[in-house]
């Protein structure tokens, strides 16, 4: 029998990390937005042509795919917070070590805050579904509309850094912020912090590609953020070629689609309590289309800020509302697949962006890389719509895909045939 006084808690804060996602969230928004309004200064100070600089692009998002793959694996044996504890380590160093350094010792910071992210970005999205199990589309909204106004943010900050002539503010700034509220999670305890333990039936699960679907959807995701990324990262470099004078309006030009994204976002919630799912995303997708198609017929700064604008308010539903239909798609299996389709999606905010840069290489300039995304938005649109009208389009053995729902009574045994 033990007569000593009772051990004291670890962790006096307990909590159910809500506010502590949305932090990370907003300061996420910024780390992987960025690079888009400092682009333009990246290339100068390393004498970057399109492709080489849509490298820098495709360095963040591969190397984030490594930590979107060892996140599903990392909640499932640790837990929520310590999952983010380790990707908030990482993010802070690979920013503030990219003030220093030639192009490769730049490639490989950004590697480095890559992977943080994608440690951290899976698990908060899952978290915030888990715990808002009714709302989750509309919990998955909010959480996103914050990352959108880091996203907003975030050339504002680079604009101000650059204009000071000290763009190192703008790294050691966001890295200190990083560092806070790492320290906040150390000193916090998650309740509850426990993975859900697999039911029998998805224990049973030998492959996940046996699933017809999830190609498809790793599809989808892959086109997403991949679109997403091309316009946010490029459209500075696009306002800075055609309106060359004004090198701070073209900084702050990205602000236009993070900030309309914000909004969307914002407004989705109100949106998904009269609307299904993907009536809003494919009219969502229609806006971002008149918006691809703005940008590549832009002229001048003014049709490119339009064309920022739509594409942003266009999207913004989108990926909140494909995160909330995973269950619906994939029944238990969701969390197995997880990691494939967070992966998809990092593979396509890695190539596709590259891809814009090779383009506009190749054909001579930013309007024909923009093809890329607007490319994308189509394939997403094509998608929504077949959905929306209850298409039999993804039929595996007995089971079929009908607007969005699996027929979750036969998911084991289409699972194991």
Known sequence: MNSGPPRRGKFPITTTGTVLLHIDFLLTGVVMTFLGPMLPSLSVRWSLNDTQSGSLIFAEFFSSLFGMLLSSLSVQRLGYRKTLIIGLALMPLGVALLAFGPWLWGLACICIFGIGYGITTPAGNLRTAEINPRRSAAALSVINAVWGIGAMGSPFLVDLALRAHQPRL?????????????????????????????????????????IRILPVICGLFFVYVGSETCFGNWVAMYARRVAPADHSFATRMPAFFWGALLAGRALAPLALKFTRETSVARIGLFLALLGGVALVVARGTTLIAIGSLLAGVGLASIYPISVSLLASWFGKASRRVSGAVFGSGNVGGALMPLMVGTVSTVAGGLRFGFLVPLAGVVFMLGFYSLEQAKIKTFTTEGTEFHGGRLAEENLDDRMNP
């Open 170 to 210: 703008f790294f050691f700034g966001t890295a200190a912020s990083l560092v806070v509220l790492l320290g906040a999670l150390a000193l916090t305890r998650f309740v509850p912090d426990t993975h859900i333990e697999e039911s029998e039936s998805a224990g049973k699960v030998q492959n996940i590609w046996q």
